[in-house]
């Protein structure tokens, strides 16, 4: 019954968030400064994990492509498989989780324990809406993440493949090219965006219902982190076996 109360209690906050708005001055400002806070700021762990896991994958495939008859060009294929089709989307989700995810949940518990929460709801605004609306609009920018991800994700691999003498630069555009499916960019953004509106929501539902002292916003933050990963690896599922399947 303690699960199915918090689904309730949640939807019932996301109602909240786009019930009655806050102006939209305000809101502005809000949102520029969550994109600086959740997204800019996530740019350079992103951007160094991308790379090195890239080259991790690269050179994990060519060291295990002993048959001569397996050609060269199938180490950019399976590197770009795999960082379009989970590394990037998935994996950078959840590390997102532990970061964006910890911050959203500790800044709102911060502001219920101490009560500055029940103060804007004194004052006539909706807390749920100036709250967490900015943190959802500023998440909606997550997919732009996630393509520069990609991207050096797969340039990590190539110069992991390349200088590392696995495979000549002609061999890895030529894998880079090999069979490609450009749906598999379509489902990969479209995740994103589902994966955005978790990052966003789920953290926020536990710092906003909170309860207790500074040692429980602790526990909240390490409690939202581990929901919302087991939300993004669940729908990560759903949405491939409905997209690929």
Not at 14 to 34: A, D, H, P, Q, Y
Not at 211 to 237: D, P, Q, R
């Amino acid at each position: 019954m303690t699960y199915l109360h918090s689904i309730g209690e949640y939807f019932l906050m996301l109602k909240g968030v786009f019930g009655r708005m806050t102006k939209g001055s305000v809101l502005r400002n809000l949102i520029l400064k969550e994109i600086n806070d959740l997204i800019m700021g996530s740019l350079g762990i992103v951007a160094f994990l991308s790379f090195f896991i890239g080259a991790v994958v690269a050179i994990q495939t060519a060291l295990n492509l002993n048959n001569p008859l397996i050609p060269k060009s199938l180490v950019a294929y399976a590197a770009r498989q795999s960082v379009i089709l989970e590394f990037s989307p998935t994996f950078i989700s959840i590390i997102m989780a532990g970061k964006v995810g910890s911050y959203i949940t500790s800044s709102i518990g911060s502001m219920r324990v101490t009560e500055q929460i029940d103060a804007l709801e004194v004052m006539g605004i909706n807390s749920q809406n100036y709250l967490i609306f900015p943190k959802i609009i500023a998440m909606l920018t997550y997919p732009f993440v996630i393509a520069i991800s990609m991207f050096l994700g797969i340039l990590g691999a190539y110069c992991a493949a390349v200088f590392g003498g696995f495979v000549t630069s002609d061999q890895f555009v030529t894998g880079l090219q090999d069979d490609f499916i450009p749906f598999h960019l379509t489902y990969a953004f479209i995740k994103t965006f589902l994966f955005s509106f978790i990052l966003a929501t789920v953290p926020a539902y536990h710092g906003y219902f909170m309860k207790g002292g500074a040692l429980e916003v602790g526990e909240a933050a390490t409690t939202s982190f581990v929901w919302t990963s087991v939300i993004l690896i669940v729908t990560n599922y759903i949405v491939t076996q409905l997209l690929l399947s």
